[in-house]
């Protein structure tokens, strides 16, 4: 290996200093300034003057770390320059200073530059003017409209306070997002969480709100959605903006529940290769309903909305009230033409789009699950990925299994979820009995207990579903079938413990009881 330290060396020059030889050495790392400082010092020279340096034939030398060395027999001089010189100088600056102004204002056309951005100012502070008088008057017509709800309430009074009934012009105003693009930053996935998004044992409690925003922005690019719809990746983020402000901070029915199915419904499409098997458009409506299958849920299933008369129930006719409510909320938002990712569709392909997108959402009304499923098996032995009605019934079961394949994920993963389930249960099944209505007893908090309500749900519902899938979709088995079946059995386990304790506690207490009749 050859050594470096030459590149270090410092540097040795000759200078003629009133017929005396004076040896400059600096070191090669030394900036101009400093060569010209030291030559000043050297040769007896003020510093800060202005300076040249010439050898023995009077030719310039150039003053800086790469100026040629001499020896004692060749001297260089440094000379001092004069006024005039330095105004000739400054003069011949100036002037090229001016010609160089001159070309960039021609080859730039800055002068119009000027006035087009000036124009353009004052017309974007009249818009900003105008906005703003559009804002003031908003918020003055909607101070006038909650005052007028509020007199109406305190007249009418009773049930219609109710905070479970939806109000459509009282949340109307959601539809639109309350902060806008700017205030949504773009996180950059890892390739691990690129990967990881991909399989159902994602853990979807470690995200925050705008990541999860993030994510599901990713699967729409990943997909080819963005391309395949021509969407307008502003309109993207703004319409998952809404999206995430139009799910309500429920226990279980909440924007996180939103990511999940959406995030198993992406995994499913990369585990069942159905980029090969379905079109970008059935993609596109797959991920699509799945985002909105729960708009604006209350929080109070549809047995509630329909056994306590609300407004959706009558507004639906006690037919699937919840889910018509998800899907009018949904077309609601895509009605804004700053949220409609699909506005640059033709408007025939848009009208299937959305048939087919209601389709789903209203599938994932579980009194239509035995339906649905029965229907899906008649066809999954002779299945045709080119029947049109084939294809339906498979995207139906798709989301049905998304919607409710907590069971599917780690056990800690999934468990979270059955605490925030019955706790959603057991807000409605409390109101349910306050208002002398019927409740299930899977909702009674003194009735059921976590294996109870799981045990039944995944043997009878979860299984079933997911084998039946499976016969269409081998690959299934292991990762998610499997799963199904050591949550039964880790639930079954549990039941026997918790019988055990009720059982041994029941004989504690008739040995205590028999105890005192002795005595």
């Known amino acids: 290996m050859g050594s470096s330290s030459s590149s270090y060396a410092p540097k040795t020059i000759y200078l ?21 400082e030291l030559l000043c010092s050297s040769s007896n020279i003020p510093r800060n003057t202005a300076i040249m340096m010439v050898d023995p034939d009077g030719t310039l030398v150039s003053i800086d770390p790469t100026m040629p060395t001499n020896s004692p027999n060749s001297l260089y001089k440094v000379v001092p320059l004069s006024t005039s ?18 070309q960039f204002s021609r080859a730039f056309r800055i002068n119009e530059l000027k006035t087009e951005i ?9 818009r900003v003017e105008l906005e703003g008088l559009k804002v003031v008057e908003v918020e003055k017509c909607k101070n006038d409209l909650k005052k007028l709800r509020d007199e109406m309430t305190s007249r009418s009074g009773g049930r219609s306070n109710c905070p479970c009934k939806y109000n459509f012009s009282e949340d109307g105003k959601k539809v639109t997002p309350r902060r806008d693009v700017p205030n949504y930053p773009k996180y950059t996935l890892s390739q691990e969480t690129i990967e990881a998004l991909k399989k159902p044992t994602f853990d979807v409690w470690h ?24 969407m307008n990746p502003i309109t993207l983020k703004r319409w998952l903006l809404s999206i995430q402000e139009n799910y309500r901070d429920n226990p279980f029915h909440n924007f996180r529940h939103c990511f999940c199915v959406s995030q198993m419904m992406y995994g499913m499409i990369h585990l069942c290769n159905l980029q090969e098997k379905l079109t970008l458009t059935d993609m596109g409506i797959l991920m699509t309903a799945a985002v909105c299958h729960d708009l604006d849920h209350p929080g109070y299933n549809n047995t509630y909305q329909i056994n306590a008369r609300t407004e959706l129930a009558v507004r639906y ?4 009230p ?89 056990t800690e993963v999934a468990e979270p979820w059955v605490d925030c389930l019955l706790e959603e249960y057991f807000m409605q099944s409390d109101r349910e009995k306050s208002e002398g209505l019927p409740v299930a007893p899977f909702m ?51 039941k026997q413990i918790d019988d055990a304790m009720t059982e041994g506690s029941s004989f504690v207490m008739k040995l205590r009881t028999d105890f005192k009749t002795c005595e």
């Open 444 to 494: 009674d908090r003194d009735k059921v207990t976590k294996p109870t309500a799981q045990i039944g749900f995944i043997k009878f519902v979860l299984i079933p579903m997911f084998e039946t899938v499976m016969k269409l979709f081998p690959q299934i088995e292991e990762i998610m079938v499997q799963p199904l079946r050591d949550s039964r059995d880790h639930y079954e386990e549990l």
């Open 207 to 230: 995200w925050e709100h705008n990541e999860m925003l993030s994510c599901l922005e990713y699967m729409y690019h990943d997909l080819g959605l963005v391309k395949e719809f021509n």
């Open 317 to 320: 006719n006690d037919i699937s």
């Open 322 to 410: 919840l889910e018509n409510h998800h899907c009018a909320v949904a077309f609601q938002i895509l009605s804004f033409p700053e949220c409609n990712i699909f506005s640059n569709v033709d408007p025939e392909a848009f009208k299937q789009i959305r048939q087919a997108i209601i389709t789903l959402i209203l599938a994932t009304d579980m009194a239509r699950h035995g339906e649905i499923l029965d229907s899906f098996k008649q066809k999954v032995d002779n299945f045709d990925f080119t029947n049109e009605e084939h294809v339906t019934c498979l995207k139906m079961v798709l989301i049905k299994c998304c919607d409710i394949s907590n069971e599917v994920r780690p």
């Open 16 to 36: 003629d200093v009133d017929g005396k030889v004076q040896k400059v050495v600096f070191s090669r790392h030394c900036n101009s300034c400093d060569i010209k």
């Open 85 to 102: 010189q330095l105004g000739e100088k400054e003069d011949m600056f100036q002037n090229m200073l001016s010609q160089v102004a001159d």
């Open 118 to 126: 000036t124009n353009r100012l004052a017309m974007l502070e009249k």
